[in-house]
């Protein structure tokens, strides 16, 4: 790297020894040293010259983001597999020594920095920046490069200097041509200079007129973190003047400083670690190492440091592989191997931006809360020396040496910490809890009216989510058609089908007499309101015309769930009434016929709807079947469903514009298919009091959801006294 900068004191960029290409011939090289004058600026990070690199290998919600990649996964392999994407994997080593062979002591390292941070997740979602802005300070830029056509450039009044640092900066975190894509490639820049304490002011103040959601600086000081070095350091008026300039520009953006490239150093510099000493800078600083990970199914398992170490600057730190490919300044085509924390940093930066579109009701400093939040610590080589509370009860550990760990803009985009629904009236539910219950009634009625409803939801950092609305209705408890025979076989066949399956036998205490049958259930435990109320059943049967008329009425809690409700404890009311005719056959048959109407509560949105609710049956039986005192019954029924009734129902929801607001929406409570049962069952007395009882049972639309089926056997032996 070339130039010098003018002098806010004691001033030097430095990079590392060479990089090259692990075994190829090609030599690709990162610039030495260059001291500067006497507090002294550091680029912490170099490029070299260009050379031949080895390789390997829907709409977005604008407010709300996704809750799963897993609908992206295609698009983002697609993406991470092309070329623009392998160009960045790169295998290479410092050529310490300068004699083109990786010796003994030389490191070789295998980066691929698009995949190890996730970013191409990101592109995969239409993620790409689009609106934002990043500022980067720097030794100059080479403006007319392909990296940057077709985006904004915001420069300073005077112009900048060619220089291969910052075009090589400027392309990983916002560059866009055939050969590479950046971080965020259809971000604007903001560009300037760190040549003096007047540049800086100048792009900081600048940074924060154009509201640059980062500002990112890949150069530091050679001084330490240390009380005298900062009050030196604020003493000077250049120096305290910058320092205003960076209290302004944090309190709605935020600066991302690389560090020394020195993996010997023990202290940070002076800069990456400013919150130190200056603590209201903090909730807008980042301070970014690089090193390399290693991937292996998706996610990174271990990590190397190259760089020097966050050390005091942990706690605000990431860590990212900061070797790329990237634009150099020798021609407007022109792109090189470069390694480095420079190349670290505006990783970051980028990745601000994308977090910025996806979240635009997130400020810059709550981005940031998101980046350290969800970083990837659980890799090998990481040890926790402490944690920090980012927001009220959710803390993030750190090291000194990785900090919070690698940059994961996929995990950033996805909810981080407890998630939580706010309903109308003030209700607050975590997203695990259903907003309704569906009803065995109206099948999944409610679920399909709100198939297209996209709620809203946040997570522990304040991000909003969509999710759709038929996700968070519980399904009916639908009992097995095992169960609904045991309860039928402990009541009796005596009571009409249609009750005894809306008031199981479990639950009843009951009596029963010559054409009179009585039952009564317990309201359910923890109900409330008005629905706590025990379950009645009543049956009367009598001659008629030569047959048997049997009626039956029933009211109290909907024990079985029919109809649906609202996220309450309050337990749904029934009230149906059942006529039957039983009909004598020939050959000792008896056909019986069972209507049912009634109606449900439900409890839908806090409010009660009325709903009509019918069912039928058909039932031949037939006495003294194999022996006398057997009983036989072939059963076609139609069990109690909605056959009309709505609810409105009023629901945050959240559009693809990103705006959210309160729909009212009315919902049929009709199920789309009826639930239809063939049942067998016969009953056979053996010696003394005992009997035996066999039945089978089969379902089509169990539940009154089309196409669902269910299969029921009863082996039952019993004694009577």
């Known amino acids: 790297m070339r130039g010098a900068a003018k002098k806010p004191s004691r001033q030097r960029r430095t990079g590392s020894r060479p990089p090259r290409p692990a075994a190829r011939p090609n ?60 160009i960045q994997h790169l295998a290479w080593y410092v050529d310490s020594n300068g004699n083109g062979t990786a010796d003994p002591g030389e490191p070789v390292y295998d980066t691929f920095p698009l995949l190890s941070s996730g970013i191409h997740y990101a592109h995969a979602v239409d993620l790409w920046g689009r609106g934002q802005r990043i500022a980067i300070a720097d030794g100059g830029f080479r403006t007319t490069h392909e990296a940057f056509l077709g985006k904004s450039l915001f420069l300073p009044a005077t112009a900048l200097p060619v220089d291969n640092h910052g075009t090589a900066v400027a392309s990983v975190a916002a560059g866009n041509s055939p050969t590479m894509i950046g971080v965020a490639p259809r971000a604007d820049l903001i560009l300037g200079s760190f040549a003096s304490w007047a540049d800086l002011v100048e792009i900081t103040d600048r940074a924060r007129a154009l509201g640059a959601v980062a500002f990112s600086n890949s150069w530091g000081v050679t001084d330490a973190a240390t009380a005298a070095n900062y009050n030196f350091f604020v003493n000077d008026p250049a120096g305290r003047a910058w320092l205003d300039s960076l209290r302004a520009y944090t309190a709605n953006g935020v600066v991302v400083f690389a560090v020394s490239n020195d993996p010997t150093l023990t202290t940070s510099g002076l800069l990456e670690a400013l919150p130190k000493f200056a603590p209201e800078l903090e ?36 860590t990212a592989e900061g070797a790329w490919k990237a634009a150099t300044a020798t021609s407007d085509t022109s792109y090189a191997l470069t390694a480095g924390s420079s190349f670290a940093a505006p990783m970051v930066a980028g990745a601000l931006a994308l977090l910025a579109e996806a979240f635009p009701d997130l400020t810059p400093n709550e981005l940031r809360i998101r980046l350290l939040a969800a970083a990837n610590n659980s890799f090998a080589g990481f040890t926790a020396d402490g944690s920090v509370e980012l927001v009220p009860g959710f803390r993030h550990s750190y090291s000194r040496k990785f ?91 005596d009571l009409p089908a249609t009750l005894d399956q809306l008031f199981p036998a479990r639950t009843r205490l009951g009596l029963r007499l010559t054409g009179f049958a009585f039952s009564i259930a317990p309201a359910p435990q923890g109900a409330t309101g008005r629905a706590s109320l025990p379950s009645v059943t009543f049956s009367f049967s009598r001659p008629l015309a030569g047959g048997r008329l049997v009626t039956g009425i029933a009211f109290g809690n909907d024990t079985t769930g029919l109809m649906p409700g609202w996220t309450t404890d309050e337990a749904g009311r029934l009230g149906l009434f059942t006529l039957a005719w039983h009909v004598p056959l020939a050959r000792g048959w008896t056909l019986e016929a069972e209507g049912l109407i009634g109606g449900g509560m439900t409890s839908l949105a806090g409010t009660g709807t009325p709903t009509p609710l019918a069912g039928a049956a058909l039932r031949l039986a037939r006495h003294d079947v194999a022996r006398p005192g057997d009983r036989l019954f072939l059963t076609l029924e139609f069990p109690a469903a909605a056959v009309g009734g709505s609810a409105t129902i009023t629901l945050p929801t959240i559009d693809a514009r990103g705006q959210i607001g309160l729909a009212r929406q009315q919902v049929s409570l009709v199920p789309e298919a009826r639930e239809m049962q063939l049942s067998f069952r016969y009953d056979r007395p053996l010696t003394g009091p005992l009997s035996l009882t066999l039945a089978a049972s089969h379902a089509i639309n169990r539940g009154n959801v089309a196409g669902a089926r269910d299969t029921g056997f009863l082996f039952g032996l019993a004694a009577r006294f």
Do not use: M
């Not at 090193?291 to 398992?301: C, D, R």
């Not at 900090?403 to 607050?428: E, N, W």
């Open 283 to 318: 909730a807008g600083w980042l301070a970014v190492v690089n090193g390399e990970a290693t991937t292996a199914n998706g996610s990174i398992a271990a990590g190397r440091l190259i760089s020097a170490g966050c050390l005091d600057a942990a706690p605000w730190c990431l």
């Open 27 to 86: 030599l690709h090289r990162l610039l030495s040293r260059l001291p500067l004058a006497a507090l002294s600026l550091i680029v912490a990070g170099c490029q070299s010259d260009t050379g031949t690199l080895s390789t390997t290998g829907n709409t977005l919600l604008s407010r709300g983001f996704v809750q799963s990649f897993a609908s992206y996964e295609g698009a983002a392999q697609s993406l991470i597999t092309s070329a623009r994407y392998t």
């Open 403 to 493: 900090g919070h760990g690698f940059l994961d803009v996929k995990a950033a985009l996805l909810p981080i910490g407890p998630t939580t629904l706010s309903l109308p009236g003030g209700t607050v539910l975590p997203l695990d809890r259903p907003i309704a219950r569906a009803g065995r009634g109206s099948g999944n009625a409610l679920a399909r009216a709100l198939a297209g409803t996209a709620l809203p939801y946040e997570d522990g950092l304040g991000a909003v989510f969509a999710i759709n609305a038929a996700s968070r209705i519980a399904p009916a408890a639908v009992p097995s058609l095992g169960a609904e025979l045991l309860d039928e076989w402990r009541g009796g066949p």
